[in-house]
């Protein structure tokens, strides 16, 4: 198990543990997981013990724990990510988009073409169907009160976010993908 967590290197952040922004970017992925892929939710279980990570997030509790650190969420837990915890969602995150490589560049593309032609985006049935999945999770999963919510009040913000998480996604799938996400969530964090 150390062996694969000690493939994303220690940030010196304060405290050894996630700060803010990256837990909301981490749970703002799998959520973007969760709209590309119905059964992402038992995927992230069975890869977290394929990987043999379970020691460090036990069961779907644990998960649902470790996701609800995420300050936007509407049941938002009030304790640290630690830095262990956030490498394994992070490799989680990696694992599955690698499985969905093709539907993300197929999306992706699908994107570039309607913006190219000025075309609205429910032209594209998929990725119609992705952004209204992950607008749906994204307004049952978040509290509408807070401020980092309030920005993406409207279908076109929240559809901007959905697209970047798939660009974010395709880094993934690439060589050292978990190194290069992990290494951006701690981008101007590192105390």
């Known amino acids: 198990m150390s062996l694969i967590l000690d493939s994303l290197p220690d940030p010196n952040v304060l405290g050894e543990v996630c700060p803010r922004r990256s837990r909301m970017q981490i749970d703002f992925l799998l959520l973007a997981l969760e709209a590309l892929d119905l ?12 990987l043999e990570l379970d020691s460090v997030i036990p069961g779907r509790v644990g998960l649902w724990l470790v996701r609800s ?34 539907l993300i560049r197929q999306l992706l593309l699908g994107y570039q073409q309607l913006s190219d032609k000025q075309l609205a985006l429910e032209h594209h049935f ?21 401020a980092g919510v309030v920005v993406y009040s409207t279908d076109e913000k929240l559809d901007e976010l959905a697209i970047e998480l798939l660009s ?5 799938t690439g060589t050292n993908g978990p190194q290069r996400l992990w290494s951006s969530l701690f981008d101007g964090e590192v105390a």
Request: hydrophobic content about 40%.
């Open 39 to 50: 059964k992402a939710s038992e995927a992230m279980l069975s890869t977290v013990k394929d």
């Open 126 to 146: 998929r990725l119609a169907d992705y952004l209204s999945r992950f607008r749906a999770h994204f307004r049952a999963r978040m509290n509408p009160r807070r």
């Open 168 to 172: 974010q996604l395709l880094l993934c």
């Open 69 to 102: 650190t995420n300050p936007l969420r509407r049941s938002n837990q009030r304790r640290p990510l630690s830095l262990s915890e956030a490498k394994v969602l992070v490799l989680v995150a990696c694992h599955l988009a690698r499985r969905l490589t093709v």
